[in-house]
């Protein structure tokens, strides 16, 4: 069985900036840590690893060389090799642009009998790359896992929790599955293991090493564009305390409230 891992390295900081002329996220200077949710995902493959025979653990990155920096973390915690999509023609590519590209190196890797991500990235939040993935392979697909157990020989049962309810769903692999921090603890690289990682292959992929539409990459590919970032600004509440005995208080409530026509 081949499990690949698609992960993400994101800024190590919450002071992102927008880039004038990409629209983008200026990642320029700023240290990457890998995204947390996509230890979740190798967690869970590991654990598939270490209680089924014969799985291989494969993790796929896309962006600048530095991201080998995940993979190498990623191959410490115990997967046994690692990928990476570098060119300059990928940079400022959206969601729709990355998932393209992730799913043509997906395509030539080949034989993945499960692909997970982690539930979204914490510098965008979108949680698309998954879904999106999914379409380009024509795969079923799964989000927001927050179990997941091998239920048959060409089979997953997933519990999907979602915010007020929960859903039992199975698919037939080959699937793409996005999980859910709930799922697991990740665990930590040994010393052993991080001088192992650096002994495990990491392949290099650049634009010529993959069959590609150049007019689906990096910013001429990518529909959408961030115009702005900012935090929504505080708004100031008048407070009313209500007083007197818990009756008199009740009828200060239901007065204020039919005041502002709210019953």
């Keep these: 069985m081949k499990i690949i891992v698609c992960l993400k390295q994101v800024p190590e900081t919450n002071d992102v900036t927008i880039d004038p002329v990409t629209h983008n996220l200026d990642r320029r200077g700023l240290a990457g840590v890998m995204n947390p949710f996509d230890k979740n995902a190798i967690e869970l493959a590991l654990h598939l690893k270490d209680t089924t025979d014969d799985v291989q653990v494969a ?4 962006g600048p060389d530095d991201y080998a920096e995940s993979l190498r973390e990623g191959m410490a915690m115990g997967a046994d090799e690692g990928y990476l999509l570098s060119d300059r023609a990928f940079a400022g590519a959206d969601t729709l642009a990355t ?3 992730i799913a043509q190196a997906l395509k030539k890797i080949g034989d993945a009998d499960l692909i997970l991500f982690g539930r979204q990235a914490v510098d965008a939040d979108t949680g698309q790359v998954g879904p999106i993935v999914a379409e380009f392979l024509h795969q079923p697909q799964i989000t927001y896992a927050a179990s997941l157990r091998l239920s048959g020989k ?6 999907r929790l979602l915010e007020d309810t929960k859903q039992t769903l199975v698919a037939q692999l080959p699937a793409v599955v996005s999980v859910r921090s709930e799922l697991n603890t990740p665990r930590y690289p040994t010393p052993r293991n991080i001088q192992l990682s ?3 292959p990491l392949t290099v992929w650049h634009h010529d090493d993959l069959d590609l539409d150049d007019s689906r990459l990096g910013q001429a590919g990518s529909p959408t564009i961030v115009t702005k970032v900012y935090a929504p600004k505080p708004v100031k509440r008048e407070l009313t305390p209500l007083t007197g005995t818990p009756t008199e208080a009740a009828s200060q409530l239901i007065k204020a409230l039919k005041g502002r026509q709210l019953i």
Aim: hydrophobic share 45%; charged share 25%; no cysteine.
């Design 59 to 62: 993790l796929l990155t896309m």
């Design 198 to 200: 650096f002994e495990k």
């Design 99 to 101: 998932g393209y590209v």
């Design 154 to 159: 060409n089979e997953v049962t997933a519990e």
